[in-house]
């Protein structure tokens, strides 16, 4: 993994994004009204502090809208609808599809009940417009089949952080793992059928 990264594009819509050259990102996607407004509020208020990623606090304050994000999360069971199976399948067969087509490569991710975890490299195409197409695709493609008529089936945007280190990304994949069973999940995260190590959509 290399350790040198050149930025293509630093942007802050809700979130801060910062796109690299040839770089893993770990990217975070929850589902629309997952979390309360409380807690969006909280978050822009301390995106809206993201204007520089050079800034040396940029870290920090990006790991507290991560934190902030998967705390909310992790009890907001009322909004599951990707915990339904053929939902799941869709988005994972998503994931395997744009690897086939060579868009990205994606080592690890998993498909909880209200959010997707990936760890992923994008190998043609911009992130922006990339996650927006995934995004379009697989919420129009699930919605259809709940015969939801709400607004929006993904949050708005997403959440992304680049590797920097072979030790992150090590990191990485074992978070994503360890997501089933601190969720509860499963006992074993192999137990749990929506995740890269079962790679039948």
Request: overall charge positive.
């Amino acid at each position: 993994m290399s350790n040198t990264f050149q930025t293509l594009a630093f942007w802050r819509g809700q979130l801060p994004h910062w796109e690299v050259a040839g770089a893993y990102y770990f990217i975070t996607l929850h589902l629309a009204e997952a979390l309360p407004l409380d807690a969006v509020k909280r978050i822009r208020e301390t995106s809206a502090k993201l204007s520089n990623p050079d800034l040396p606090q940029h870290d920090q304050l990006q790991r507290f809208i991560f934190r902030e994000m998967e705390r909310w999360l992790d009890k907001a069971p009322r909004t599951e609808r990707l915990a339904v199976p053929e939902v799941a399948r869709i988005v994972a067969g998503a994931i395997h599809f744009r690897e086939r087509q060579g868009i990205w490569t994606v080592p690890e991710y998993v498909i909880m009940p209200n959010h997707l975890h990936m760890l992923m490299k994008l190998l043609d195409g911009r992130l922006k417009q990339v996650m927006e197409q995934f995004k379009r695709w697989t919420g129009v493609q699930a919605a259809a089949l709940l015969n939801d008529s709400k607004k929006g089936f993904w949050q708005t945007e997403w959440f992304d952080h680049w590797i920097r280190t072979p030790e992150q990304y090590i990191s990485t994949k074992r978070y994503i793992r360890r997501n089933v069973e601190r969720a509860g999940l499963a006992a074993n995260y192999l137990d749990w059928p929506y995740g890269s190590w079962n790679k039948s959509p």
